[in-house]
């Protein structure tokens, strides 16, 4: 088994992000939480000989394995029944029964959900799973299963929820609308957080996501204001080794005297109001410019000569021999048309390869990104010209 390294630096950059914003939001009292007998499961855990030789990673605040490379003599699943397009998630979910006990097909009440699959057809393949109660997303709560070509297991990241109380959740459940209340309550909990006076808003809400709530603003202050359409949706949220409905807030504010606006994400408890966890989005989601064929709405044009379809009446099928190239105008962005707003590429990215996409030039066989294939460089910072 081979190791590309560009595959795995991307996996582990996934992984201890994750790790890093749950150790942000836990409460580390492990001894309130974490029975010995657990705590000598993951430092076993962490110790297995791996096939890579590699070391598994073992966070003693969170008392929990939250990197784990693939071990000797691992299971593999049979796939000789399944078909090419059902593979990953097969094998993926195989792997994440044997590694954490939770599989997408055993439904309950905590159930672990497939958010995502990741194969560019070449070089690794990934899964991502969530976590959930009665339908609502544990915050912040995944693991990550990472395979070869050959669906051999390569490593897992993250972590879920474990030893969950399942006659509280059962009453949270059945009691959902009380036990969450009102998504405008924490929005004006995190827009006061914010510093700002939730007294002088006004929220009405109207159809978001399926995940999510959204609400129009009025706000009447002088000061800090409450801008665009803030939105809500219901979680989990880990606090003091217990699960306790919250709701997740992204909110836009701005000062009166100024053109700039913050961007921020809170978790508040449903029940106190209180903040339990923030998240500075605008540090993530810096623009890029691009030198591309687009109108000004970020629509491609037909082709570099404009939109030239359909051909005006009388024109010659050979004029686009002769035809004007027109100047390409640049488009400034951070994300695509998507609801949530992620970023397509990093921070101090230097190519066009980010979140799900890698977008390239494909002029030499074979199909796929391979030498000879033209992948965009920045000219200078933030920007592809």
């Known amino acids: 088994m081979t190791f ?15 790790v890093a914003l749950s150790a942000t939001a836990a409460d580390h009292n492990i001894s309130s939480f974490k029975s010995a007998q657990n705590i000598i499961a993951a430092k076993k855990q962490a110790s297995a000989p791996t096939v890579s030789g590699m070391s598994n990673q073992y966070d003693a605040k969170l008392a929990k394995t939250t990197f784990t490379w693939a071990g000797k003599n691992v299971a593999r699943p049979d796939l000789g029944a399944i078909s ?8 993926a979910d195989f792997y994440l029964n044997r590694l954490t006990g939770e599989s997408t097909n055993k439904k309950s009440l905590v159930q672990a959900v497939l958010a995502n699959t ?3 057809g070449r070089g690794a393949r990934m899964a991502k799973y969530k976590q959930e109660v009665g339908g609502v997303e544990v ?19 993250g972590y879920f929820v474990g030893d969950i109380s399942t006659k509280s959740l059962l009453a949270l459940s059945k009691n959902s609308a009380e036990a969450f209340g009102d998504a405008s309550e924490a929005i004006n909990a995190a827009f006061s957080a914010s510093g700002g006076d939730s007294k002088s808003v006004t929220l009405v809400a109207h159809n978001g996501s ?5 609400f129009s603003v009025t706000d009447l202050s002088e000061n800090k204001k409450l801008i665009g359409e803030p939105r809500a949706k219901k979680v989990f949220f880990e606090h003091k080794g217990k699960l306790v409905a919250a709701h997740y807030v992204e909110i836009e504010t701005s000062e009166v005297d100024t053109i700039e606006s913050d961007y921020v994400s809170y978790v508040v408890e449903a029940k106190t109001g209180k903040v339990l966890f923030k998240n ?7 623009d890029f410019n691009y030198r591309v064929y687009v109108d000004d709405t970020g629509y491609p044009w037909d082709s570099p000569h404009g939109n030239v379809v359909p051909a005006p009446v009388g024109s010659s099928i050979l004029g686009f021999q002769t035809a004007e190239y027109l100047t390409a105008p640049m488009l400034s962005q951070s994300h695509g048309p998507i609801s949530t707003m992620d970023p397509w ?7 066009t390869s980010g979140n799900n996409v890698t977008a390239y030039v494909d002029t030499m066989p074979p199909q796929g990104l391979t ?4 992948l965009a460089d920045i000219t200078s910072a933030n920007t592809f010209d």
């Open 118 to 120: 990741h194969d560019l």
């Open 4 to 18: 590309k390294k560009t595959a795995i630096a991307t996996f582990v950059g996934t992984a201890l992000s994750t």
């Open 139 to 157: 915050f912040n709560r995944e693991y990550n299963v990472m395979m070869d070509r050959d669906f051999n297991l390569v490593a897992s990241s």
């Open 84 to 91: 090419a397009e059902h593979k990953l998630t097969y094998a």
């Open 371 to 374: 030498d000879g294939d033209y």
């Open 210 to 214: 399926k995940k999510f709530e959204n």
């Open 280 to 286: 500075n989005l605008k540090s993530h989601a810096a």
């Open 345 to 351: 590429l990093a921070d101090d990215a230097t190519t």
